[in-house]
Structure formats: structure tokens, C-alpha cells
Nanobody, 121 residues
Framework: QVQLVESGGGSVQAGGSLRLSCAAS????????MAWFRQAPGREREGVAS??????RTYYTDSVKGRFTISLDNTKLYLQMNNLEPEDTAMYYC????????????????WGQGTQVTVSS
């Protein structure tokens, strides 16, 4: 059974940094498209970043380019978030799908429970 468990959220001031982690079954990271999504109160869920199986390609939504970095190792998916802005406040979710094409607009099969990120001005 696929399980995704996020950690690393918290409260920071604008300009600060956080690193989110998502624990996943090891085999997934080499064959699954992995991604981070976020949802702020009253807003639709938004794709933030995705990484192709094995990590050879990444994609970022425009609002986080240059500030966020998605990466993975043998057991975890990460999202390094720098220069955080109040607009980044949201629940962040790890997601996975057994598919090589890693578009954020395509459906994802598996989701974590989420970790809250709050950025104050």
C-alpha cells in the first residue's frame, strides 16, 4: 500500500526558509512522478512543483520559480522553500502517480495528509 507522510511545516516570517519532506516507499521515487501541491483557505488546490521519476527533470509553477527547489533521495521527496512570502501560506501536500510524464495538471493517485506552512509579514 502506498503511503506518503509529510513533515517539516511550520511558522516563519517573510523571507525565511523551510524544508518539507515526504517519506515514501523507496521504490516509488525511481518509477513514480512525485509532486508538491498546496491549498490555502478559500482557494483551489495548486500544483507547486513536480519531479520526474529518478529526479532527472523538474517543473515549477511560476510563482515559486527561483525560490523553491524540489528534490529526492532514496527514501524521501523534499521541497526546499526559500524567501518565503505570506502568499505561500497553505497546507502543502505530497502526491505521487505511477507515470513518467509529470504534468501538474494531470491526475495524481496518491496523496499525503498535508503539512501546514504559515508565513507572517
Amino acid at each position: 500500500q502506498v503511503q506518503l507522510v509529510e513533515s517539516g511545516g511550520g511558522s516563519v516570517q517573510a523571507g525565511g526558509s523551510l524544508r518539507l519532506s515526504c517519506a515514501a516507499s523507496g521504490y516509488m521515487l525511481s518509477i513514480y512522478c512525485m509532486a508538491w501541491f498546496r491549498q490555502a483557505p478559500g482557494r483551489e488546490r495548486e500544483g507547486v512543483a513536480s519531479i520526474w521519476p529518478g529526479g532527472d527533470r523538474t517543473y515549477y509553477t511560476d510563482s515559486v520559480k527561483g525560490r523553491f527547489t524540489i528534490s529526492l533521495d532514496n527514501t524521501k521527496l523534499y521541497l526546499q522553500m526559500n524567501n518565503l512570502e505570506p502568499e505561500d501560506t497553505a497546507m502543502y501536500y505530497c502526491a505521487a502517480v505511477p507515470r513518467r510524464a509529470c504534468s501538474l495538471s494531470s491526475p495524481f493517485d496518491y496523496w499525503g495528509q498535508g503539512t501546514q506552512v504559515t508565513v507572517s509579514s
